[in-house]
């Protein structure tokens, strides 16, 4: 399934990405293809897995969970938690 991924936060800032259309079923499938196009883009990003998961995941402006299933079109889009004072 082909769908539009978005970036935003600290996460868009770390690796150079705002927008990117992958193809995946699952939110879970898109975590290894996004670290791909990171690296892609740029080989000393050092984002990893865990920092995708500890995203709140929304897909189509709906909370989503890892193993929620994708349909083509999709827009799923990553919020880094954020930390300050």
Not at 47 to 72: F, I, M, Y
Request: aromatic share 2%; with cysteine; proline share 7%.
């Amino acid at each position: 399934m082909r769908v539009k991924v978005k970036l935003f936060g600290l996460l868009r800032i770390d690796s150079g990405i705002k927008e990117v259309e992958l193809e995946a079923s699952t939110v879970r499938e898109l975590y290894p293809l996004l670290l791909a196009e990171m690296r892609r883009r740029d080989p000393e990003c050092s984002l990893d897995e865990k920092d995708l998961r500890a995203c709140v995941v929304a897909v189509n402006e709906q909370r989503a969970k890892p193993g929620t299933k994708l349909s083509p079109g999709d827009v799923v889009c990553l919020l880094p938690p954020v930390a300050g004072g």
